[in-house]
């Protein structure tokens, strides 16, 4: 069965420093991965989406993500974290449906910015 | 830019008693879905739904639970009898399409909390 996995419960960093969010996934075929980011009374926002092609993906705010398929991993990276990226960040792999899919997610991982 | 509304943003009902959560999908959508996250658990898809019936559903939906569209905006989800265990955030989301390259787009979520 998928599933995703991020180690993290919650991570700080300080402002300006570069950050890794975790996640790794368990899914029989290509998967279809996800990060979205939830800020505080907000809805959970797509930052990337990984399904075929360019392994590095770029997505919005400024956020990349690899996919290495050996490790089974898709980790978000940001290379200076501003403290509007305080929110938390949750991975997930699309499971097929007979006629759509729906989202397998992880459990969320807190970003907590230092100034 | 669009967004998926929902309301209320929180809601405190007694157990036993019905409970009727309101989405405004973006509107030119015709995918609507509906997704649960119980306090320090993972989010969990509740349903799908098209052309006014259930695509999919999970097995956490059950027969407690109904979906409708009653006009050409709204889409509600109603618990029929709340229990404790139905405490959780309730998130709607709409997609363009279907299948893995339409995006999900999520509302804020309703905080359900049955007493």
Redesign the interface.
Known sequence: AQSVTQPDIHITVSEGASLELRCNYSYGATP?LFW?VQSP??????LL?Y?SGDTLVQGIKGFEAEFKRSQSSFNLRKPSVHWSDAAEY?C?V?K?????????????TKLIIKP | EP??TQTP?HQVTQMGQEVILRCVPISNHL?F?W?RQILG?????LV?F?NNEI??K?EIFDDQFSVERPDGSNFTLKIRSTKLEDSAMY?C?SSAG????Y???????TRLTVT
């Open positions: 279809y979205y009374g907000q809805g959970l926002q797509l989406k399904f949750f997930a699309a097929p449906l007979d006629s759509n899919y729906q989202l397998i997610w992880g459990a969320g | 967004e998926v943003s995918y879905y997704y658990q993972k989010v969990e898809f799908s098209y695509s999919e999970s998130f989301a279907t299948g893995i390259p995006e999900q787009y999520f509302g804020p979520g």
